[in-house]
Structure formats: C-alpha cells, structure tokens
C-alpha cells in the first residue's frame, strides 16, 4: 500500500492505494508519502473539493463487499449539499437502520464516500473521523446541507 496526503480545511488526510484502488482515507498525513498516478489525482480531486470546484469525485475505489458495497455505493449516489437518513439508505439496500449506521462507521473512504451526509431522521447521527460530529457538521457546511 502506498499513501499520499495534503492538508485541507478539516485537517490532514491521506489517501491510501491498493492494486490501482484507492482503499482508504485517513486523517493524518503519511510519515513516508508515496507517488502514484492515482494518488496525484486523488489528492487533485481532494482539493477541487475543498476549494468548491468539484461535487462528485471520480476515481477507482474499492467498494468492499456485501452490505457495505451497497450502503457505499447508495452513500456515493447522494448528491453534494443534500442528505439521506439512516432509514432511507437502509430501505434503498434492503438492511435494518441499524445496519446502515454500522456501514457508515465501516466506511474506509469518508469525503470520497460521503457517509458524512447520512443522518439520524431526528438526530445528527455519529461520524468517526477526529472531531467527530463536529467534523460531519463542517462538512456539512461545506457543502451547503447545514446552514447553522
């Protein structure tokens, strides 16, 4: 595996690339960054997206498999500024809420797999990137689906 990484409004992050996929995104900068076609264009797409240029990111991941493939792929289909609630997705992919939310929790690409647009109908829902909920309500802002 090999990762590259830059530092972005809601902090460092990495991407991590597998066999020509992108595998992972975590919150720290890599201490040995490496190069790669697909991590320079990933990490391109990162800061259109943080600079408001880019909505959809268009790269080669890995969706994993099962109900977490599912939950992704319904997570990716969310357009930039909007949400979907835990039951909605779960509806979509045939799953319990509760299954859902533990989806996006296993989520391995958060921004690029947007689990931070999935809420509770009544609540914010949780996020597991540093910062927590406080991280998933910037994002949020970011794109324009919360306006306080």
Known sequence: MIRAGITGPFGPVALVERDGLLV????????????SALLAEGLRQLAAYFARRLQRFDLPLDWGTGLNADVRRAMADIPMGETRTYGQIAKAVGAAPQAVGQA???????????????????WFGGFSAPGGVETKAALLRHEGALLI
């Open 24 to 35: 992972g995104l975590e919150w720290h900068l890599p201490q040995v960054p490496g190069e």
């Open 104 to 122: 996006c929790g296993a989520n391995p690409l958060p921004i690029i797999i947007p689990c931070h647009r999935v809420t509770g109908t009544d």
